[in-house]
């Protein structure tokens, strides 16, 4: 059964991107005058589709959901009517076939600005930068202290905690001295932070704030379960409903907000449970599910508590976010461009060695990141699949044959030399680049696999 709910909550994000995506090429083929023979959402045999009695369009939904294209009349991939020639794609000026091509990958950019400027315009409550605690033995130690609120990290402002893990996120794998600007009683100031292969090696985790040590103020929650989700780790292992936990891994536990970053940071890992039930301690073992959320992989082990504690929260690490239509426009297009910059930041490190291949996923994470962004809310599902949409133009435009940006690589060297690079040069690069996807979608799933199954 949960198979199936990451099934369909993968197809409810990821199929309207796609469809989007496809859209983008299709409508500006048409706005050039291309003739177009195919929509398709999906790939491989089709399941159900119509043809369009004005246009003769095939519009279809095919079996595969990975994807999608627009088939458009070709010279190179048939005959064409002498009367039809100057509607086929491959007759047409460079500057055509390069804007037919960037609609895809700019419609995925446009999407997730639209999405980001919903979400800026929500009001929220939430805490503000300021430190609660300070995690011994990480870089954060070295200069920072509790009660701090972080500005800026190299210079550039974080208004949030979210802000803060995409600034330090961008920092995977690299050794350097971050600029930490802080404010504490009306003062400011400047401190430096060292980082040594950031989250990796014995900083390895997947959350780049509970790597870097500086984390929200925490308020006091009692660890006492009050609801245990089906097909969890919890239940699975015979946690119950009343069940105070006392101790994660010889760990006191005091307050909930000191294990979640146990959990979390414990990914398909095995701890051990101290807990109270019915007056009498047990012992149970228990490990954490992997979920993917914001890029990054988190233990979870499906229980939830009491959580009342917001209202004890001290004024001075709490904050209103309002934002007027032109500044949630403004971060939602500053937010697209640096998470386009760390993802691409990303696979150059990946490319370099800076960061392991690990780090690639693939249509199963996209799956339980969309199955997990449900079970949260509607703010959660539209943040994934703005980030999806990213991930997917940032994906779509690397210069592989086969993918968009291999595309715009021939087209734009159509443009500067005035003819088409040759048929036998294009055709050799698809293959190659075929081959070269076939063994990164290979990677992703096995990673998938084992993210899933350890």
């Known amino acids: 059964m949960t198979a199936i709910w990451m099934f369909l909550a993968?197809?409810?994000?990821?199929?309207?991107?796609?469809?989007?995506?496809?859209?983008?090429?299709?409508?500006?083929?048409?706005?050039?005058?291309?003739?177009?023979?195919?929509?398709?959402?999906?790939?491989?045999?089709?399941?159900?589709?119509?043809?369009?009695?004005k246009s003769g369009?095939?519009?279809?939904?095919?079996?595969?959901?990975?994807?999608?294209?627009?088939?458009?009349?070709?010279?190179?991939?048939?005959?064409?009517?002498?009367?039809?020639?100057?509607?086929?794609?491959?007759?047409?000026?460079?500057?055509?076939?390069?804007?037919?091509?960037?609609?895809?990958?700019?419609?995925?950019?446009?999407?997730?600005?639209?999405?980001?400027?919903?979400?800026?315009?929500?009001?929220?409550e939430r805490l503000n930068t300021r430190i609660g605690q300070i995690v011994d033995g990480t870089p954060a130690a070295q200069s920072l202290v509790i009660g701090e609120k972080i500005t800026a990290i190299d210079d550039k402002t974080v208004d949030t905690w979210e802000d803060i893990n995409y600034a330090l996120a961008g920092r995977m794998g690299e050794t350097a001295d971050l600029s930490i600007t802080t404010e504490q009683g009306g003062k400011i100031f400047q401190k430096t932070v060292s980082i040594t292969t950031f989250m990796q090696g014995e900083q390895k985790s997947q959350d780049a704030i509970l790597s870097f040590g500086a984390l929200p103020y925490q308020p006091m929650i009692e660890p006492v379960l009050v609801e245990i989700v089906p097909d969890g780790a919890a239940a699975l292992m015979g946690l119950q409903v009343g069940d105070k936990v006392v101790a994660i891994d010889g760990k006191k536990i005091d307050s909930w907000t000191t294990a979640i970053p146990i959990i979390r940071g414990s990914p398909e890992k095995m701890l051990s449970f101290?807990?109270?039930?019915?007056?009498?301690?047990?012992?149970?073992?228990?490990?954490?599910?992997?979920?993917?959320?914001?890029?990054?992989?988190?233990?979870?082990?499906?229980?939830?508590?009491?959580?009342?504690?917001?209202?004890?929260?001290?004024?001075?690490?709490?904050?209103?976010?309002e934002h007027t239509p032109a500044q949630a426009l403004e971060k939602s297009f500053i937010k697209t461009y640096d998470f386009t910059k760390m993802t691409i930041d990303g696979i150059g490190k990946m490319v370099t060695g800076l960061i392991g291949i690990e780090n690639i996923s693939g249509p199963i994470t996209i799956a339980e990141v969309s199955k997990a962004s449900f079970e949260i809310g509607w703010q959660q599902v539209l943040s994934t699949a703005a980030i999806i949409s990213l991930s997917l133009a940032a994906m779509n435009l690397l210069p592989i044959p086969v993918l968009d940006g291999g595309h715009l690589v021939f087209y734009t060297y159509e443009l500067i030399r005035g003819k088409p690079m040759s048929q036998k040069v294009q055709v050799v690069g698809f293959h190659l680049g075929f081959i070269l996807l076939l063994c990164f979608m290979v990677l992703a799933i096995s990673n998938d696999i084992i993210r899933l199954f350890g």
């Open 10 to 53: 993968a197809v409810c994000v990821l199929g309207p991107l796609i469809a989007l995506h496809e859209w983008g090429h299709y409508i500006v083929a048409r706005l050039c005058g291309v003739k177009v023979l195919t929509y398709s959402i999906g790939f491989g045999p089709k399941l159900f589709g119509w043809i369009s009695k």
């Open 57 to 124: 369009i095939e519009y279809r939904i095919s079996a595969i959901p990975l994807g999608g294209y627009v088939k458009m009349l070709d010279e190179t991939e048939g005959a064409v009517a002498d009367a039809e020639r100057q509607l086929a794609f491959n007759n047409q000026h460079p500057l055509k076939k390069i804007a037919i091509v960037a609609a895809g990958p700019l419609m995925n950019f446009i999407i997730a600005i639209v999405l980001f400027f919903v979400l800026f315009m929500q009001p929220s």
């Open 274 to 321: 101290d807990i109270i039930r019915d007056g009498k301690p047990m012992k149970i073992e228990l490990m954490p599910k992997g979920v993917k959320l914001h890029g990054e992989t988190i233990g979870q082990i499906g229980v939830k508590v009491d959580y009342d504690g917001y209202d004890t929260v001290p004024s001075d690490y709490r904050m209103v976010i």
